[in-house]
């Protein structure tokens, strides 16, 4: 069965850096859409970012400051958050869905990964 499995999350001081990496198992990254998205405490979980073939974006909150990127030979996506801001505290969650339609955070993804927490202290 897919699994996704999230690494890298921790805590640091505000304007710090963190990479999160989630390895995928039977499941082709390089050609999927895959995201990452966060849910903080009482809050509604949300897109952060997205990637597949030739195209990423990125939530406007996070623009400017956090990359997505994958590496296929490994089949591992990676979020590189720098900057990081209070406001960026929350766990942290790899998703993927096969290519089908093209990616978006709005779509509904069909495999998930357990989560990583991510917490920055003022």
């Known amino acids: 069965q897919v699994q996704l499995v999230e690494s890298g999350g921790g805590s640091v001081q505000a304007g710090g850096s963190l990479r999160l990496s989630c390895v995928a198992s039977?499941?082709?990254?390089?050609?999927?859409?895959m995201a990452w998205f966060r849910q903080a405490p009482g809050k509604e979980r949300e897109g952060v970012a997205y990637i597949t073939v030739g195209s990423t974006s990125y939530a406007d909150s996070v623009k400017g400051r956090f990359t997505i990127s994958k590496d296929g030979a490994k089949n591992t996506l990676y979020l590189q958050m720098n900057s990081l801001k209070p406001d960026d505290t929350a766990m942290y969650y790899c998703?993927?869905?096969?290519?089908?339609?093209?990616?978006?955070?709005?779509?509904?993804?069909?495999?998930w990964g357990q989560g990583t927490q991510v917490t920055v202290s003022s």
């Open positions: 998703a993927a869905r096969p290519w089908t339609v093209p990616c978006s955070l709005y779509l509904q993804y069909n495999y």
């Open positions: 039977k499941f082709t990254a390089s050609s999927a859409c």
